[in-house]
């Protein structure tokens, strides 16, 4: 029987009317299983709190955070609640980069039988894959009297890891028979010398990977 903690950010508005069932739903797959236990840690964080105390995401809960097996996040923000500068609380994005959280992997599959805005589509299964800690992530806030700015970075540190990550997922679901083993790199390339980088990052490892294939979108040419 193995032990696990899991960092449980509750979130704000929805994010706790969320949170209550999953949980839930947590503990009886914990109860019917023989291998494993889980441990929650509720760590305080959010708009409600910095409504309350003024600190969005605490020392200590980041700290708890990184001490973790995992960590289960809600919704963050309330349009109602906002730093002085105007905008809303984030801690999700702070919490990301202190973590290093740099692939945010997003299923997308749409089933048989479920209803989906998208018309004749039956079946469609892939994964999103994006950088979380860079772009214009990176320096969010810098603002003057007489300008607002946010710089876009792209290090090739981040991005070959965000790529290896990518390839090797492709390769796990074409295993699996869940996928064509194909890795779509989405960017502006066309226009900024930052994506042009970050392509040449990523043809580079595709060159890594003979037995997947790799292609290119540019992120506002649908169909290109």
Known sequence: MTDFTIAVFEGDGIG???????????????????????????????????????EALPVASVEAARAADA?????MGLPSIRYPDGTEIAPQ?????????????????VAPGIP???AGVEHLDFVLIRESTEGLFHSKG????????????????????LFKFA?????????????????????????FRAFAFFREIFDGEAAK??????NHAYVSHPGR
């Open 116 to 118: 989906s805005p998208l």
């Open 16 to 54: 706790g009317e969320i949170m209550a069932p999953t949980l839930r739903i947590l503990d009886r797959l914990a109860h019917a299983s023989p291998t494993y236990r889980l441990t929650y840690n509720v760590l305080p964080a959010g708009a409600g709190h910095y409504a309350k105390t003024g």
């Open 167 to 191: 390839f090797e997922l492709a390769r796990q679901r074409k295993q699996a028979g869940q996928g064509p083993g194909l890795v779509t790199c989405v960017d502006k390339a066309n226009v």
């Open 209 to 214: 990977h003979p037995d997947l294939e790799a």
């Open 71 to 75: 960590i289960l996040l809600s919704a």
């Open 93 to 109: 994005i702070d919490l990301r980069k202190i973590l290093d959280l740099y692939a945010g992997v997003r299923p997308v599959r």
């Open 142 to 161: 810098h603002v003057t009297e007489d300008m607002a700015e946010e710089t876009l970075r792209i290090t090739r540190k981040t991005s070959e890891k």
